[in-house]
């Protein structure tokens, strides 16, 4: 069983910056970052895989780094250039291969409160 803890969050002007970690109870070959607002359903944010190939929501491409650290597990999310927004949710997923099927995991969240 993987466990999953985000930290990071905090609140944010628009145009700011922050930086998101997952850090996972074990290795994790593809993580990915979700937000969620109040009322929506989760969007995928960014990704990485095991091999360090990355991939970004259209949205976020240009302002938001992924990468990972793999003696320690993390995966860290870098939000530049942050947009306007009141209140989001940012989650981390890990999926991992049980040799029969793919199996997810979920953090709690961190969450983002916007300044204005």
């Known amino acids: 069983q993987l466990r999953l803890v985000e930290s990071g969050g905090g609140t944010v002007e628009v145009g700011g910056s922050l930086t998101l970690s997952c850090t996972a109870s074990?290795?994790?070959?593809?993580t990915n970052w979700y937000r969620q607002t109040p009322g929506n359903e989760r969007d995928f944010v960014a990704g990485?895989?095991?091999?360090?190939?990355?991939n970004y929501a259209d949205s976020v491409k240009g302002r938001f780094s992924i990468a990972r650290n793999d003696p320690t597990n993390t995966v860290c999310l870098q939000m530049n250039n942050l947009k306007p927004e009141k209140s989001a949710t940012y989650y981390c997923?890990?999926?991992?291969?049980?040799?029969?099927?793919?199996?997810?995991?979920w953090g709690k969240g961190t969450h983002i409160t916007g300044s204005s």
């Open positions: 997923n890990a999926v991992t291969w049980t040799g029969r099927n793919y199996k997810n995991y």
């Open positions: 990485i895989s095991g091999n360090s190939g990355t």
């Open positions: 074990g290795r994790a070959p593809a």
